[in-house]
């Protein structure tokens, strides 16, 4: 049981929402968020995502926050508590530990995509693109995929600057991170987002992503968009609900994850303002699926006059980006292992570091030595770690948040919490909490399991 000793607490409102929105803003926003637009025919995609995000995400990410600040310790403790205070079955603890082990295999595979990120920076920023052919980069990145050592010391190279930053602590850690990186992402971003907009193919890129076309919009694109809310609002896994446990007792958590929510996306948009312009100006497909940020973009840089300086500057927001999510994958075990068995945390750091290590080595070899091996659906271990956590584990850890915040936690207390201004607006909240969050994630779920 745990033995809180002194709760920690992030210092004000700004720390805790550049640390919320680090966690939310990650490899999801730019790397999975332009390809999968690119490959679900781009504006219909960013429609249904925007509203998921609307609709599901939202309700859920204020939901799990509460849930935390009302818990005040790490996912599974919190549950237990409030599950006794509110009358619910003790069983719900359980939810906490779904979650836990959802973020460690997130966190796996985070890791190796991330070590792809800094081993691409070191690449650019050492002029390795500049004027070399398109076949020369297709074997790069291929080179890279098939060589397992160069693959596992980028993956421990990342995973030891998370583990850096979380053994810090919350103050010192992750907040002064977020305080660091956040604004230095923004500002590489909108400097990207400029040079890209002045390029010729700036219409086709905002026509790609903004041309709304509702005859587009397919069953599996709508999937796939709910599915990228949850992932990239970083909800269903009882990470927001550890970094709401850090919060101030009077903090508005209505108007804060608004506030993150409009950051997040805000970030995806404009990664897909920096990325698709230039993709049409170099006449490339949009369409390349997970390459496109480690074979396309590459080819692009070759090309430009500036591409050593926007091909630094991209993977190093890329860096940046995933850096504050995986300290936010991490920090949940921590807490868990600090608040319940007593550990200290630099020791819980390093010894969940290393797990989340070796287990990103299934990830490292499903992309080389065991690439063929395709235990179900014909899907390497890769794809099968990444879709069972987003479509399935994230999904479900969210309609149970979803259904203990909305049933369990009496009306009083959670609008107290959230601090709604209006009426309205509380009663539109809890509708989607009660009803569109769990109709909305049944669907992904019952899809994810069909297929
Ligand atoms: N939101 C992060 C991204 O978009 O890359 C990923 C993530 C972080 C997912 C934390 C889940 C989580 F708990």
């Known amino acids: 049981m745990s033995r809180s000793t002194e ?44 509203l998921c995000v609307l609709l599901v995400g939202i309700p859920l990410m204020m ?30 603890r359980y939810l906490g530990w779904l979650g836990a082990i959802t973020l460690l295999c997130v966190l796996s595979f985070y890791s190796v995509v991330a070590g792809w990120s800094l081993c691409y920076w070191l690449k650019a920023a050492t ?21 397992p050592v160069q693959l596992m010391t980028y993956h421990a190279l990342f995973m030891l600057m998370t583990v850096g930053v979380v053994a810090q602590g919350i103050q010192k850690g992750l907040e002064k991170a977020a305080r660091m990186l956040m604004p230095a992402l923004f500002i590489i971003l909108i400097g990207l987002v400029i040079y890209s907009l002045n390029t010729p193919g700036a219409a086709q890129g905002i026509d790609f992503l903004f041309h709304f076309n509702l005859s587009n919009i397919t069953p599996t694109i709508a999937i796939s968009a709910l599915g990228h809310a949850f992932f990239t609002l970083a909800v269903g896994a009882g990470c927001i609900l550890v970094y709401g446990a850090y919060l101030p007792d009077q903090a508005p958590i209505a108007r804060t994850v608004l506030v993150i929510t409009a950051l997040d996306v805000l970030v995806a948009i404009l990664s897909g303002l920096a990325i698709f312009p230039l993709v049409f100006t170099y006449h490339l497909s949009p369409a390349s699926g997970p390459g496109l940020m480690f074979e396309t973009l590459p080819i692009i840089f070759s090309q430009m006059a500036a591409g050593r300086w926007f091909g630094s500057l991209f993977f190093m927001l890329l860096l940046f980006a995933a850096w504050t999510s995986s300290i936010s994958l991490l920090e949940p075990w921590v807490a868990l292992l600090v608040e319940r068995f007593n550990f200290r945390r630099k020791p819980a750091c390093y010894l969940m570091g290393g797990i989340a290590w070796i287990l990103g080595l299934v990830t490292v070899l499903s992309f080389n030595h065991w690439s063929n091996f395709k235990p179900l659906l014909n899907a390497t271990l890769f794809d099968l770690i990444t879709d069972t956590t987003t479509n399935l584990l994230l999904p479900l850890g969210g309609l149970g948040f979803a259904w203990f ?23 539109f909240f809890q509708f989607n909490l009660k009803y569109t969050v769990p109709l909305g994630i049944l669907v992904i779920v019952l899809e994810a399991l069909i297929k």
Do not use: C
């Open 405 to 427: 915040a909305g049933h369990y936690i009496p009306e009083d207390a959670l609008k107290k919490a959230l601090n709604f201004k209006h009426v309205l607006s509380f009663k």
């Open 127 to 147: 002029n390795s693109f500049y004027h070399v052919s398109t076949s020369h980069i297709q074997t790069l990145w291929s080179n890279l995929l098939n060589d």
């Open 7 to 50: 709760q920690p607490r992030w210092s004000n409102q700004i720390g805790f929402i550049l640390a919320t929105t680090g966690a939310a803003v990650g490899l999801g926003n730019i790397w999975k968020f332009a390809y999968m637009a690119g490959t679900h025919g781009g504006s219909a995609f960013v429609l249904i995502y925007l």
């Open 63 to 92: 939901g799990e926050m509460t849930l935390g600040r009302l818990g005040r310790s790490d996912a599974i403790t919190s549950l237990q508590r409030l599950a006794q205070t509110h009358h619910a079955h003790p069983a719900w």
